[in-house]
C-alpha cells in the first residue's frame, strides 16, 4: 500500500506540472520575441537570433559548443588545486579528467570518484553544475530540433542552436533549479562553502562532517536528468536526500522535463492528442519498469529477505525498500543515474530489469530532450514497420518515411548496441582490463561490466559497486561509450531532422496509420522492447538473466 500511495502521489505531481511545462517549453521551442537576457547573450555569443541553420550548421554549433565544454572542464579538473576553495584536494589526472569531462558534457555524470573527496567547490559549482545545465540543454534543443522538423513544411533549416540552448536555460532550467532549490534546503539538504569539520561523538570518536554547496547541484542533478552527486554516497547521503519528502521530490524532478516535452511535441505539431499517444507509451513503459523492479525486490529470496520481509540489503531504511524500488526504476528509466540505494545489491530480476529499462534506450521517458528525440526514433521505425505489413508507403505527423530516414534510423538503433557490447566484450576480453575491472565472479561479474557500459551508452551514469572504475584504460574506454553513445546519435537524429524538415507535409490519407490512438502507442509499447531483445537477449543471458534463473 505504501508503494501504490507513493506511486499514486508522484502521478498527481507530474500531471499538474505536465500542463505548464509543456507549455513553456512549446514557447520556448517556437517564440519569435526575445527577452533582454537572452538578447545580451546573442550579443557576447555574436550570432543573429533571427537566422535558421541548416541541420549541418546546427550539428557543427553543436558539437563545436560540447567539445569546447570538455577541454575547459578538463582543464579545470586538472588545475583543481590551485582554484579557489580547493579544500586541499588535488588536480586529477588526465585520464580521469578526461572521463569526467566527457561525463558531464554527454549528460552521463558517471563519477569513478569520490566527490566530497577529491575536488574543490569550485570545481563542483562552477564547473561540473554549469555542464548539468548546458549539457541538459543541449538534449532539449536536439529534440526541438526533431519536433519543428515534423511540423515544417519545406523549411530550409531546423531552428537555431544559440537561441534554444539560450532559451532552454533561461526560460527553463534555470528558474525550476531556484524553486528546487528552495524546496531541497527547506528539506534539510546543506548548501554552505564550510570545509570538512572534526567532531566528537558521543561514543568518544571522531567523525568528519563535510560541508559544500549541495543543494544548488543537487536541484540541476535531478531536473536536467543528470545523476552526478555531490557526495560519493549520492542521494542516499542524509546531506544530499534527507528525508523520504526530499526523495519523493528527487523522482518528481528527474521525470518532470521528460513527461512534460510530448505536451510541448503536441502543441508544435498543432495537436495535442499526438503529444498524448507519445506520453502514454513512455508512461506505460515506466510502470512497467516500476512495477517489475518493486515487485522483484519485494519478493527477493534467501535467508536475509526472509527475515528482513525483502530484499533490503544496500537499501536507505530512512526511505523503505518500496521508495528505493521506485527511484531505482525511474533514475535508470531516465538518463539520471543517480541512485538512494546500492544498485549492486538489487535481486538479480531487480538487476536485469534496471538494465533492460536503459537498454530500451532511456525512453520511458527517457533523460530530457534525449527521451523524446529517442522515442520519436522508434515512432518512426514502427511506422515502417506497420507500413510493410500493410504495404503502404508509411508516414509520421504528415511526412512520408523514405529511404534516407529509414536509413539514418536503421544507424541510429546499431550504435549504442555497438558501444554497449563492443565495450563489454573488450573488458571481458581482455585480461588485464577484465581483473583491474571485475571484482566479483561468475554471472555477477558479467552483470557489473553489462551494466557500466549499458550505462555509459545510455548516458545514464549510475553503475554497479563491484565494478571497479578509474584505471587509465577504463577511463578511456567508457570516455569513448559516452561520447559516442551521446553524440553520434544526436548527429543522426538532426540528419533526419533536416530531411523531415525539407519534406512537404501531407495530409492524412485512407491509408495513413493514424498516430494519435491507443493503437499506435501499443505498437510504439511492442516495438521498442523487440529492438533491444534483438540486440542483447544473449549478454542479458549470460549475466542479469541467467543470474535470476540461478
Same mark, same amino acid.
Given at each position: 500500500?505504501?508503494?501504490?500511495?507513493?506511486?499514486?502521489?508522484?502521478?498527481?505531481?507530474?500531471?499538474?506540472?505536465?500542463?505548464?511545462?509543456?507549455?513553456?517549453?512549446?514557447?520556448?521551442?517556437?517564440?519569435?520575441?526575445?527577452?533582454?537576457?537572452?538578447?545580451?547573450?546573442?550579443?557576447?555569443?555574436?550570432?543573429?537570433?533571427?537566422?535558421?541553420?541548416?541541420?549541418?550548421?546546427?550539428?557543427?554549433?553543436?558539437?563545436?559548443?560540447?567539445?569546447?565544454?570538455?577541454?575547459?572542464?578538463?582543464?579545470?579538473?586538472?588545475?583543481?588545486?590551485?582554484?579557489?576553495?580547493?579544500?586541499?584536494?588535488?588536480?586529477?589526472?588526465?585520464?580521469?579528467?578526461?572521463?569526467?569531462?566527457?561525463?558531464?558534457?554527454?549528460?552521463?555524470?558517471?563519477?569513478?570518484?569520490?566527490?566530497?573527496?577529491?575536488?574543490?567547490?569550485?570545481?563542483?559549482?562552477?564547473?561540473?553544475?554549469?555542464? #548539468?545545465?548546458?549539457?541538459?540543454?543541449?538534449?532539449?534543443?536536439? %529534440?526541438?530540433? &526533431? /519536433?519543428?522538423? =515534423? @511540423?515544417?513544411? $519545406? +523549411?530550409?533549416?531546423?531552428?537555431?542552436?544559440?537561441?534554444?540552448?539560450?532559451?532552454?536555460?533561461?526560460?527553463?532550467?534555470?528558474?525550476?533549479?531556484?524553486?528546487?532549490?528552495?524546496?531541497?534546503?527547506?528539506?534539510?539538504?546543506?548548501?554552505?562553502?564550510?570545509?570538512?569539520?572534526?567532531?566528537?561523538?558521543?561514543?568518544?570518536?571522531?567523525?568528519?562532517?563535510?560541508?559544500?554547496?549541495?543543494?544548488?547541484?543537487?536541484?540541476?542533478?535531478?531536473?536536467?536528468?543528470?545523476?552526478?552527486?555531490?557526495?560519493?554516497?549520492?542521494?542516499?547521503?542524509?546531506?544530499? #536526500?534527507?528525508?523520504?519528502?526530499?526523495?519523493?521530490?528527487?523522482? %518528481?524532478?528527474? &521525470? /518532470?522535463?521528460? =513527461? @512534460?516535452?510530448? $505536451? +510541448?511535441?503536441?502543441?508544435?505539431?498543432?495537436?495535442?492528442?499526438?503529444?498524448?499517444?507519445?506520453?502514454?507509451?513512455?508512461?506505460?513503459?515506466?510502470?512497467?519498469?516500476?512495477?517489475?523492479?518493486?515487485?522483484?525486490?519485494?519478493?527477493?529470496?534467501?535467508?536475509?529477505?526472509?527475515?528482513?520481509?525483502?530484499?533490503?540489503?544496500?537499501?536507505?531504511?530512512?526511505?523503505?525498500?518500496?521508495?528505493?524500488?521506485?527511484?531505482?526504476?525511474?533514475?535508470?528509466?531516465?538518463?539520471?543515474?543517480?541512485?538512494?540505494?546500492?544498485?549492486?545489491?538489487?535481486?538479480?530480476?531487480?538487476?536485469?530489469?534496471?538494465?533492460?529499462?536503459?537498454?530500451?534506450?532511456?525512453?520511458?521517458?527517457?533523460?530530457?530532450?534525449?527521451?523524446?528525440?529517442?522515442?520519436?526514433?522508434?515512432?518512426?521505425?514502427?511506422?515502417?514497420?506497420?507500413?510493410?505489413?500493410?504495404?503502404?508507403?508509411?508516414?509520421?505527423?504528415?511526412?512520408?518515411?523514405?529511404?534516407?530516414?529509414?536509413?539514418?534510423?536503421?544507424?541510429?538503433?546499431?550504435?549504442?548496441?555497438?558501444?554497449?557490447?563492443?565495450?563489454?566484450?573488450?573488458?571481458?576480453?581482455?585480461?588485464?582490463?577484465?581483473?583491474?575491472?571485475?571484482?566479483?565472479?561468475?554471472?555477477?561479474?558479467?552483470?557489473?561490466?553489462?551494466?557500466?557500459?549499458?550505462?555509459?551508452?545510455?548516458?545514464?551514469?549510475?553503475?554497479?559497486?563491484?565494478?571497479?572504475?578509474?584505471?587509465?584504460?577504463?577511463?578511456?574506454?567508457?570516455?569513448?561509450?559516452?561520447?559516442?553513445?551521446?553524440?553520434?546519435?544526436?548527429?543522426?537524429?538532426?540528419?533526419?531532422?533536416?530531411?523531415?524538415?525539407?519534406?512537404?507535409?501531407?495530409?492524412?490519407?485512407?491509408?495513413?496509420?493514424?498516430?494519435?490512438?491507443?493503437?499506435?502507442?501499443?505498437?510504439?509499447?511492442?516495438?521498442?522492447?523487440?529492438?533491444?531483445?534483438?540486440?542483447?537477449?544473449?549478454?542479458?543471458?549470460?549475466?542479469?538473466?541467467?543470474?535470476?534463473?540461478?
Amino acid at each position: 500500500m505504501l508503494a501504490l500511495g507513493q506511486i499514486g502521489l508522484l502521478v498527481i505531481v507530474l500531471a499538474l506540472v505536465q500542463w505548464p511545462l509543456g507549455n513553456a517549453l512549446a514557447a520556448a521551442a517556437t517564440g519569435t520575441r526575445h527577452t533582454r537576457v537572452e538578447r545580451a547573450v546573442y550579443r557576447v555569443v555574436g550570432v543573429n537570433p533571427e537566422s535558421r541553420q541548416s541541420w549541418k550548421s546546427y550539428a557543427i554549433a553543436l558539437m563545436a559548443f560540447s567539445v569546447a565544454g570538455v577541454a575547459v572542464l578538463m582543464s579545470l579538473l586538472m588545475l583543481n588545486r590551485h582554484l579557489p576553495l580547493s579544500q586541499g584536494t588535488p588536480g586529477m589526472a588526465w585520464a580521469g579528467a578526461l572521463n569526467t569531462a566527457v561525463s558531464f558534457v554527454t549528460n552521463t555524470n558517471w563519477q569513478w570518484y569520490s566527490g566530497e573527496t577529491t575536488l574543490g567547490y569550485a570545481v563542483q559549482a562552477g564547473g561540473l553544475t554549469v555542464q #548539468n545545465f548546458l549539457s541538459a540543454a543541449v538534449g532539449i534543443a536536439v %529534440a526541438f530540433a &526533431l /519536433a519543428r522538423a =515534423f @511540423a515544417a513544411h $519545406r +523549411a530550409d533549416g531546423v531552428g537555431n542552436f544559440w537561441v534554444d540552448i539560450t532559451r532552454v536555460t533561461t526560460r527553463i532550467l534555470v528558474p525550476l533549479s531556484v524553486g528546487a532549490t528552495l524546496l531541497f534546503l527547506g528539506g534539510g539538504v546543506i548548501d554552505n562553502l564550510n570545509g570538512p569539520r572534526v567532531v566528537t561523538t558521543l561514543a568518544g570518536a571522531s567523525q568528519t562532517i563535510p560541508g559544500g554547496p549541495v543543494a544548488t547541484q543537487e536541484a540541476i542533478k535531478q531536473i536536467g536528468t543528470n545523476g552526478g552527486g555531490f557526495f560519493n554516497a549520492n542521494a542516499s547521503h542524509p546531506f544530499e #536526500n534527507p528525508t523520504a519528502w526530499t526523495n519523493l521530490l528527487s523522482i %518528481a524532478l528527474l &521525470l /518532470a522535463i521528460p =513527461f @512534460a516535452l510530448p $505536451r +510541448a511535441l503536441g502543441i508544435i505539431l498543432g495537436s495535442k492528442r499526438q503529444g498524448h499517444a507519445i506520453l502514454a507509451a513512455m508512461a506505460s513503459l515506466w510502470v512497467a519498469t516500476v512495477g517489475l523492479l518493486t515487485w522483484a525486490e519485494f519478493a527477493g529470496k534467501g535467508a536475509a529477505p526472509a527475515l528482513a520481509g525483502a530484499a533490503m540489503e544496500g537499501k536507505e531504511t530512512r526511505f523503505g525498500l518500496a521508495a528505493s524500488a521506485l527511484y531505482a526504476a525511474s533514475t535508470t528509466a531516465t538518463s539520471t543515474g543517480s541512485v538512494n540505494a546500492s544498485h549492486d545489491s538489487l535481486t538479480a530480476p531487480g538487476s536485469l530489469t534496471a538494465i533492460g529499462s536503459m537498454l530500451l534506450g532511456e525512453i520511458a521517458p527517457g533523460g530530457v530532450g534525449s527521451g523524446l528525440y529517442g522515442m520519436l526514433v522508434i515512432a518512426v521505425l514502427a511506422v515502417f514497420l506497420a507500413g510493410l505489413m500493410v504495404g503502404r508507403t508509411p508516414e509520421l505527423y504528415g511526412k512520408k518515411i523514405g529511404s534516407r530516414e529509414m536509413s539514418l534510423v536503421a544507424v541510429y538503433t546499431v550504435v549504442t548496441p555497438a558501444l554497449v557490447l563492443g565495450g563489454t566484450a573488450l573488458t571481458l576480453g581482455v585480461k588485464s582490463l577484465k581483473d583491474a575491472a571485475v571484482t566479483q565472479p561468475g554471472l555477477h561479474g558479467v552483470t557489473s561490466v553489462l551494466y557500466a557500459y549499458a550505462s555509459a551508452a545510455n548516458n545514464n551514469g549510475s553503475a554497479f559497486g563491484s565494478f571497479a572504475a578509474g584505471g587509465t584504460w577504463q577511463d578511456l574506454l567508457l570516455a569513448v561509450a559516452m561520447f559516442a553513445g551521446r553524440f553520434v546519435p544526436i548527429l543522426l537524429v538532426l540528419a533526419l531532422a533536416g530531411a523531415l524538415a525539407a519534406a512537404p507535409r501531407i495530409p492524412v490519407g485512407a491509408g495513413t496509420l493514424r498516430s494519435d490512438t491507443p493503437l499506435f502507442t501499443t505498437l510504439l509499447v511492442g516495438v521498442a522492447p523487440i529492438i533491444a531483445l534483438v540486440a542483447y537477449a544473449p549478454v542479458l543471458a549470460l549475466g542479469p538473466l541467467g543470474e535470476a534463473l540461478q
